[in-house]
C-alpha cells in the first residue's frame, strides 16, 4: 500500500485502523532495525525522499550514494531515522471525520427501569453499553449524539423530537430483554423502514458471533420510539436477564465490551456499505 497524505485523508475508519496498525509495526521496525524501503520500478531518488519527508542528500548519503541516476529496481534502501518519527505521526493522526451522526438512545431509565431480574436493572445495562459504544463510534471520527447519560426519565415522545432534530442521522436504541420463559436467551435487532432494516442486517450480524449466544435475528417491529423517528432506526436487545446464565453474562464488562463492539462494527458497516 502507498502512503500519501492526501489520499490518507479520503480514508474510512477501517482503513485508518489497519494503517495504524500497520505503521506502529513500521515505526517498531523502525526503531529496532531501521526503517527500509525497496525501489519500485520508475522509483526515483527524489521520490522516494519526498515519500519519506527526508532530504535527497541525506537519503542517498545514507546509502553511499553519490551518483542518484545508479539507484537499481528491486534495491533496498535504508531511510534516515527521521521519516521514523513522520510515520509516528501519521499513525497518532485524529480519525477523519464522518459526516453521518449516530443518536444513540440507552433505553428506559430514570422511573421505568426496564426489565428487572435478580437484582439487575435493564436500564443499567442499556446505559453501559451506550456509553462505550458512544466513546468507540467518537474515537472513530463519528458525531453522537447521547439521549441520555445518567439515571434519568426521557419519554417515547422526547427520545424521537431529540432524533429528528438530525439530518444525515441513524438512531440505535440499546436494550437488554426478558422473557416469562427462563429458558429463552439470544440476540435480536427491530427496525422500521427499509433502511433500517439495512442497519438492522448490520448489526445483527456480528452481534450473536461475538456474544457467543443465539442468533434470533432481525426483524420488523413497529416500536413507537422506532416510527417516530425520521431517520434509520433499530432497536438493539443485547441478551436476555430473564435467562440466569445469559444474566450472569450480561452483568460483566467483558460482554458489555463485546456488545458494544460488535454494534460499532455493525454501524460501520452500514456506513460503509449503503
Ligand atoms: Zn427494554
Not at 500497520?22 to 526503531?31: H, M, P, R, Y
Request: aromatic fraction near 8%; include cysteine; charged fraction near 25%.
Amino acid at each position: 500500500m502507498r502512503i500519501k497524505n492526501d489520499s490518507f485523508l479520503i480514508m474510512r475508519a477501517s482503513q485508518i485502523k489497519y494503517l495504524a496498525v500497520l505503521l506502529a509495526a513500521f515505526v517498531l521496525c523502525g526503531t529496532s532495525m531501521g526503517l527500509t524501503h525497496k525501489v519500485k520500478e520508475s522509483e526515483t531518488f527524489y521520490a522516494i525522499s519526498k515519500k519519506y519527508k527526508v532530504s535527497l542528500d541525506s537519503l542517498m548519503a545514507h546509502n553511499g550514494y553519490k551518483d542518484a541516476r545508479k539507484l537499481q529496481v528491486g534495491k533496498t534502501l535504508k531511510i534516515p531515522s527521521k521519516s521514523v518519527k513522520v510515520a509516528a505521526r501519521v499513525a497518532t493522526a485524529k480519525p477523519v471525520a464522518k459526516s453521518m451522526r449516530v443518536i444513540l438512545d440507552a433505553g428506559h431509565g430514570g422511573k421505568d427501569s426496564g426489565a428487572v431480574w435478580g437484582g439487575v436493572r435493564e436500564s443499567d445495562l442499556n446505559l453501559k453499553v451506550a456509553r462505550l459504544v458512544e466513546a468507540s463510534l467518537k474515537s472513530r471520527g463519528y458525531r453522537v449524539t447521547m439521549i441520555r447519560r445518567s439515571d434519568a426519565t426521557v419519554s417515547l415522545e422526547r427520545r424521537a423530537q431529540i432524533a429528528n432534530q438530525h439530518s444525515n442521522a441513524i438512531y440505535v436504541s440499546i436494550h437488554f430483554n426478558a422473557d416469562r420463559n427462563t429458558g429463552v436467551r439470544g440476540v435480536e435487532t427491530f427496525y422500521v423502514g427499509n433502511r433500517g432494516s439495512y442497519l438492522a442486517k448490520s448489526i445483527q450480524g456480528g452481534l450473536s458471533s461475538s456474544l457467543k449466544t443465539r442468533n434470533r435475528g432481525y426483524q420488523y417491529r413497529s416500536y413507537s420510539v422506532l416510527r417516530n423517528t425520521a431517520c434509520p432506526a433499530v432497536l438493539v436487545e443485547c441478551g436476555f436477564i430473564s435467562n440466569s446464565y445469559e444474566r450472569s453474562r450480561c452483568k460483566t464488562h467483558a460482554y458489555q465490551s463485546a456488545a458494544s463492539r460488535a454494534i460499532v462494527s455493525g454501524i460501520e458497516r452500514y456506513d460503509r456499505t449503503y
